[in-house]
């Protein structure tokens, strides 16, 4: 099996359920692993986007290559199963001068939409480029401002996505809030779970806001 997941009873966090899920990928298990250790990522946390852009090699310089019709993003659903979209910018016409908004189409029938970092965006050959600055489109740049990626959920949560971290914000349709990093889950009003790392660097414990803790081992859970 390719999958297995390691799950523990969700906590409740400013209103929001949240279960600390981990999932393994057998597939990916030879790869530099994550902070809890070879081929296991966060469900809800890592996201592992892709896309079938080629890189420039100089991504570390601002440098990238633009984003054209059909530009394939994958990522990983917060569920864990992997998903795709189509780039597909839709026309935005003012007076005789045609622009384009980036708009993305879920390919297959997850019911998740996919949104990326707004931008006025002219043709140019099969590319897109930002109509002011002329920079190639591709969210994952710092020439363009805001979350690189927003994924709508089925029910609704919206997921602000980094295209290097991954998920930074979740928000229900209730409007709560939780916000994620590497340090920790925290609320809108301060409720903070822990993510204390190891001497390897790697995701050691996790601390509820209850004092009660969790220790990892690469293959288990040890909870107390």
Known sequence: MRWSRHRHA???????????????????QALPGSSFGSGWSLLGR?????????????????????FADGTKVYLTLPTGERASFSFLPA????????????AWSADGSSGWSL???????????AGYYDSTSGQPYNPASPAFA????????PDGT???IDATCGTTEMRTPSGSRLF????????????????????RGRL?????????????????????
């Open 10 to 28: 969700p906590w409740y966090l400013g209103g929001v359920s949240f279960a600390l899920t981990r999932q393994h990928d057998s597939l990916t």
């Open 46 to 66: 890592d996201v592992d986007v892709l896309t079938n852009v080629s890189l420039t090699g100089r991504e570390h310089l601002g440098i990238f290559n633009a």
């Open 91 to 102: 026309i935005e016409q003012i007076g005789s001068l045609s622009f384009y908004r980036p």
């Open 115 to 125: 949104n990326s970092a707004d931008a006025q965006l002219i043709k140019a050959g």
């Open 146 to 153: 805001g979350t690189d990626y927003v994924l709508t959920a």
């Open 158 to 160: 919206i997921y602000s």
């Open 180 to 199: 994620l990093s590497d340090s920790g889950i925290t609320t809108a009003g301060g409720q903070t779970v822990q993510f204390i790392a190891d001497a």
């Open 204 to 224: 050691g414990r996790v601390v509820a806001p209850d004092g009660t803790f969790f220790s990892f081992q690469e293959n288990s859970l040890i909870g107390r």
